[in-house]
């Protein structure tokens, strides 16, 4: 009696490269990988987001209609991740690992997942699952990276888990590059009073305003953190409030009179004043941005214990912007 094969399945994500299927110009990473190598069945993961004029959920449909209609496989089953941020592995991870888990595993079905397609975090975290046992310590996950052929002849090249904790270490160098690549510029106008993180307008007060103004400037001037505890701020940081204000604000002059006469005195600004400023800034950039990584770069962030936190703004100097 002939011995059953099992049935192949490849997992990938859709990426940048397919959308070659859609403009003419080739046919990208997955309908190459289905060329190479015959697969029963693949299963396409997709974030829905646009990629030049299309969206990956177009992309993944070309791919669909041209697999089975060249006969490269026989089913096609289309999937969308609820990603928020495309270069944060730890989200990515989380989701794969419950969108693998749905799989069904036998000995009669053997899963491949292509890597080359979607941002390094995404090829990060295929290595990550396949090489954790997250996926299967009885039914082992193969990785595959798809050999362009524009270089050559191409491929299917199997990865090599022994060998993965150098690609690992070199896509997290990656992924740092493209959150900076991504993140959107925070554009603080001094003399209107504005501040626009990406497309997003930030409805700040003066007062408000005056400490994002601070945060930036700390960063241009190489300060990565500054320690705020006590009962007071140092009358350092009240000056350069005042200061600020008066530059920006010159009609408000009613709104600054706590400020004017902490200067005279020598004295800070009130360590609950200054942290509810701080919570109320904070939660006005969270409203506004889109995602947690980008929320994590300019919300004015605390560390630390209380009575001795460091407060910094973590987004690269080169997204902070200022305009006089």
């Known amino acids: 009696m002939p011995v059953k094969k099992a049935k192949k399945v490849l997992l990938?994500?859709?990426g940048?490269?397919?959308?070659?299927?859609?403009?003419?110009e080739g046919e990208g990473a997955i309908l190459t990988a289905l060329k190479n190598e015959k697969f029963d069945e693949l299963i396409l993961l997709f974030n829905n987001r646009a990629v030049k004029e299309f969206t990956f959920e177009d992309i993944a449909v070309m791919i669909k209609k041209t697999a089975l209609g060249r006969k490269l496989v026989r089913k096609v089953d289309l999937v969308e991740l609820p990603i928020n941020d495309v270069t944060?592995?730890?989200?990515?991870?989380?989701?794969?690992?419950?969108?693998?888990?749905?799989?069904?595993?036998?000995?009669?079905?053997?899963y491949t997942a292509a890597i080359s397609s979607g941002t390094p975090a995404m090829q990060v975290c295929w290595?990550?699952?396949?090489?954790?046992?997250?996926?299967?310590?009885?039914?082992?996950?193969?990785?595959?990276?798809?050999?362009?052929p524009k270089f050559g002849k191409t491929g299917n090249v199997e990865v090599k888990l022994d060998s993965a904790l150098p690609q690992i270490i070199r896509m997290e160098r990656e992924i740092k590059d493209l959150k900076n690549e991504l993140l959107p510029a925070a554009k603080l106008n001094v003399k209107k009073g504005t501040l626009h993180i990406g497309k997003a307008l930030i409805d700040l007060t003066p007062v408000e305003f005056c400490y994002y103004r601070y945060f930036i400037e700390n960063r241009f001037e190489g300060i990565e953190s500054e320690n705020f505890g006590g009962i007071e701020t140092p009358p350092g940081f009240a000056q350069k409030i005042f200061s600020f204000h008066e530059e920006t604000f010159?009609?408000?002059?009613?709104?600054?009179?706590?400020?004017?006469?902490?200067?005279?005195?020598?004295n800070g600004v009130a360590i609950t004043t200054f942290r509810g400023n701080i919570t109320k800034l904070n939660r006005?950039?969270?409203?506004?941005?889109?995602?947690?990584?980008?929320?994590?770069?300019?919300?004015?962030?605390?560390?630390?214990?209380?009575?001795?936190?460091?407060?910094?703004?973590?987004?690269?100097?080169?997204?902070l912007r200022m305009e006089r």
């Not at 940048?16 to 003419?24: F, M, R, Y």
């Not at 944060?88 to 053997?110: F, T």
Request: glycine share 6%; hydrophobic share 35%.
């Open 284 to 319: 006005k950039i969270t409203a506004a941005l889109t995602g947690d990584t980008v929320r994590s770069y300019f919300i004015i962030s605390s560390e630390g214990k209380r009575g001795a936190k460091f407060y910094s703004i973590k987004a690269p100097v080169e997204k």
């Open 88 to 110: 944060d592995h730890n989200e990515i991870y989380r989701i794969l690992r419950e969108v693998s888990a749905q799989l069904p595993r036998n000995k009669d079905i053997e």
């Open 12 to 14: 990938s994500f859709v």
């Open 16 to 24: 940048t490269n397919d959308s070659a299927c859609l403009q003419g």
């Open 250 to 266: 010159p009609g408000l002059d009613l709104l600054r009179e706590d400020l004017r006469k902490a200067v005279k005195a020598g």
């Open 127 to 148: 290595i990550l699952l396949a090489e954790s046992g997250d996926f299967s310590t009885e039914y082992p996950l193969r990785l595959i990276k798809v050999k362009d």
